[in-house]
């Protein structure tokens, strides 16, 4: 019976460390490029963020308003402008604020699979989002640039969201 017990506890242990083994290794890698605000952010009040835009068919519509959400959110709390929302802002003079908008032009789901450097390639996912910051009043682009989010495990792709909304508020953050 103890023979038993031990061989269970043993494989239950060895599933878990395999299980953080590969957790570990995968993780999610954002990268992005902008061109360098036009005007200094500061000069600001406001942050207003839209529900993003997309011509790819298969991409979750609900990841269209939960980056921008995510992304509101987490600026909300660095307190640089004077109110940041997800959504139209009604109390703060358009030309103090800036409109970010935002398309998704590249999709890759993990279902996919490539071949690539002689070996097969599953379960990986991608995203690309094009971001362009606009006075609200004017239409003028201040800013325009683009984000990018991946992941070598398909499981993790909803934390691709997270990531992207954080490199996005960074990028503000740099151009406050």
Known sequence: MIDRNYRSYYIAFSLFFLALTFTGCASI????????????????????FEKFDTEIIDFPEQALSRIPA??????????????????????IPAEDTIVVLGEVSEYRPS?????????????EVSVTVKLALVNKATGDEISSGEVNGFSSMGFLAKDIYEGLAKEIVKYILEGY
């Open 29 to 48: 890698k954002t990268t992005s490029y902008f061109k360098p605000a036009k005007e200094k952010l500061s000069s600001f009040q406001a942050v207003q």
């Open 70 to 91: 995510e992304s509101a959110a987490l600026l909300a709390t660095k307190d640089k402008f004077k109110e940041v929302e997800f959504g139209a802002i009604e109390n």
């Open 111 to 123: 279902t996919d699979i490539s071949y690539e450097g002689g070996g097969i390639k599953f379960g």
